[in-house]
């Protein structure tokens, strides 16, 4: 046999060039468009780890939770954990369901009922994912427009919905300026009339005032959540996106949306709890994809027959002028996605980690790096870990207008903008310096606890990107479709593992799992535990899916779903009392206790706001309670008094 490999000329290698240059802009959209949901969807999976302490309570009206903005004390997200033996069994059941549908279509030689059952049956799926990743992207786009904090040469700003004010504190909390535009970096300094600002003021308080639900329908669910103006308008672009794909066309764009969603909420949903798990995971996939695509005619001829939203589409130019389309499944973003988000988290879990102190009286209570730890006995580690004080949790998830806001390029250019110097202590960009330790209401605002470092993070989607290069690259040269995951996994894999052992906290990765959390089964204790089994599995339907949309940010009020079955009794109940006029009775003399106790400027208590009802218990009954009304100033407010 003859070994000898030839390397190409440069002839052609200019040839390789002149075919592959017209397909960049192809390979860029379908890299971007693999990174968006993975990176996005990690961030949004961030919780609290088992490191930090919860932090401390605050009892908030609604118009206290308007001001603060964003929700500072989210509550713990629930994910569906995978075990030793899930990560073995899914290949073997993916192969089993693609070798099902394989030979499905065959038999049914036209596969268009089949794609209208499978799209019907997602489209429950679809609509609370596009929901879900529409919300949040308008919840990203107006903390930008309207930040809770920003910074500029003066120093650090604070937004306070309820006051109509936007205020500079110094190092002790005191009030040293006061602004009355909501709006941040150079535009605070316009000259607006008062109609303007009365608008503006709505809209960043809109967001936050949300409308409260009940649902019943007779045998199926009834349930309660609460949800802003940003959910609404999400669920209605969530319904034409549905409706639009499954009765009129199905667009590339449109396709990439669902997909977009499906990963976005899958990553916030699954996680394979342990690294051991997730590469076990991975690996039992890497062979999987290279049997069924190099192997095997299924995956191919499965993906291009069809048209469900399990796969994002890209245009290509192809010969003669025509436009094409190339194909990324979803399960090259979702599997090595949650692998990611699972790095993301342990970056988390590292910096609480760090943040512990000891509470023992005669040590200095000094910060322990990982790889210190990672060295020590193990019974050191073991009285270390039951004497130490842990760091109270900072919600990370979202302050994406913060972090533009208070980074030193943006305070730079508003001080070139404005014509303002720089103070010594915002120069480096964390006006925390400033707070003393004794105010530590205020240090709690401006410590920016979602910049902590993120080394996997950064490893792993590195290793994903040269992975997907490659894929690309193979798969140009040879003409045929690759596996992605034969050249991803590696990359996602060895990029953490390397990075773990070039730090020296491959113990710590070993000893790392999301499993061990026990607040999570205990809250679930507390909601309730005594359905049967025909009852937990209709339950856990609407959970995932109230997971996917409402998220961690709502909770258990989002997050709520019980059978109508259970509540009878008490629905009948309720309904007795309407009609006898005692309920009634009971919101109006709430409502005017309420009104009595509520000074100029606040909010009244939710019950004295009516509910709006359709329906009847019997069969289907909606209800909707209109959120608090816009805080007035304190101008207005001591107007009206």
Do not use: C
């Not at 989210?74 to 693609?98: K, R, V, Y």
């Not at 949300?210 to 009834?222: A, E, G, N």
């Not at 003409?479 to 491959?506: C, D, N, S």
């Amino acid at each position: 046999m003859d070994f000898n490999v030839t390397m190409p000329t440069g002839d052609e290698f200019l040839t390789m060039f002149q075919e592959l240059s017209p397909l960049i802009p192809t390979y860029v959209h379908i890299l971007v468009a693999a990174l968006f949901p993975i990176f996005a969807g990690a961030h949004a999976s961030l919780t609290r780890p088992s490191t930090a302490a919860k932090p401390s309570k605050k009892h908030k009206n609604d118009a206290e939770a308007s001001d603060e903005g964003e929700d500072e004390d989210a509550p713990l997200q629930h994910m569906e954990g995978m075990s030793t033996s899930d990560a073995i069994l899914f290949p073997i059941t993916a192969a089993l369901m693609l070798t099902g549908l394989y030979f499905l279509i065959k038999w049914l030689e036209d596969p268009q009922i089949l794609n209208k059952i499978l799209n019907y049956y997602f489209a429950s799926f679809a609509l609370f994912g596009v929901a879900r990743i529409i919300s949040d992207g308008l919840d990203v786009v107006h903390s930008l427009a309207f930040p809770q904090r920003y910074s500029d040469g003066e120093g650090l700003w604070q937004v306070k919905t309820l006051q109509r004010q936007t205020r500079l504190l110094d190092g002790n909390g005191q009030i040293k300026k006061r602004r009355n535009s909501p709006l941040p970096g150079p535009f605070a300094q316009l000259r607006l009339p008062e109609f303007v600002l009365n608008v503006l003021w709505f809209l960043k308080s809109a967001p936050n005032r949300k409308f409260t639900f009940k649902i019943h329908l007779h045998r199926i669910i009834s349930a309660d959540f609460k949800l802003g103006i940003h959910g609404i308008e999400g669920l209605l672009i969530g319904l034409i996106t549905v409706f639009y794909y499954n009765f009129i066309a199905k667009p590339w764009p449109v396709t990439n949306l669902i997909g977009f969603a499906f990963a976005y909420g899958a990553m916030q949903i699954l996680t394979p709890t342990k690294f051991a798990t997730g590469s076990l995971l991975l690996a039992a996939l890497f062979v999987y994809d290279i049997y069924m695509v190099f192997y095997t005619p299924m995956m191919v001829s499965v993906a291009k027959n069809l048209e469900i939203p399990g796969k994002l589409e890209f245009p290509r130019p192809e010969e003669g002028g025509k436009i094409g389309l190339a194909m990324l499944g979803l399960g090259d973003v979702v599997l090595p996605g949650i692998f990611i988000g699972l790095a993301l988290r342990f970056d988390l879990w590292l910096h609480y980690l760090r943040l512990q102190k000891s509470k023992t009286p005669d040590e200095k209570p000094s910060l322990q790096h990982p790889e210190e730890e990672a060295e020590s006995d193990s019974k050191q580690q073991d009285k270390t870990k039951q004497d130490v004080s842990k760091a109270e949790y900072t919600n990370v998830t979202g302050h994406w207008g913060e972090r533009l806001w208070t980074s030193t390029p943006t305070m730079l250019l508003t001080s070139l903008l404005t014509g303002q110097q720089i103070s010594t202590s915002t120069k480096s960009g964390q006006a925390a310096q400033n707070v003393s330790s004794d105010n530590k209401e205020l240090a709690s605002h401006t410590r920016p606890a979602w910049r902590f470092r993120k080394p996997y993070l950064t490893a792993t989607l590195t290793g994903y990107i040269a992975g997907m290069v490659t894929t690309l690259l193979a798969m140009q040269i040879s003409g045929h479709p690759q596996p992605a995951l034969l050249y991803l996994v590696p990359g996602v894999i060895g990029a953490f593992w390397i990075t773990a052992w070039m730090r020296r906290e491959i113990g710590l990765a070993l000893e790392f799992s999301e499993s061990e959390d026990e607040e999570a089964p205990k809250q679930k204790q507390k909601e309730g535990h005594s359905e049967s089994k025909d009852k937990e599995g209709a339950q856990s339907i609407w959970d995932s899916l109230g997971r996917m949309f409402a998220g961690s940010k709502s909770g258990t009020e989002n997050g709520k779903t019980r059978k109508g079955i259970e509540n009878k009794k008490e629905g009948d109940r309720h309904d007795a009392e309407q009609i006898n006029g005692s309920s009634v009775d009971k919101k109006e003399q709430q409502a005017n206790s309420s009104k009595e106790d509520t000074k100029p400027g606040q909010e009244s208590h939710d019950d004295s706001r009516p509910w709006l009802k359709v329906g009847t218990a019997d069969v289907f009954k909606l209800e909707v309670r209109l959120p608090p009304s816009l805080p007035q100033s304190e101008a207005a407010a001591k107007k009206d008094s």
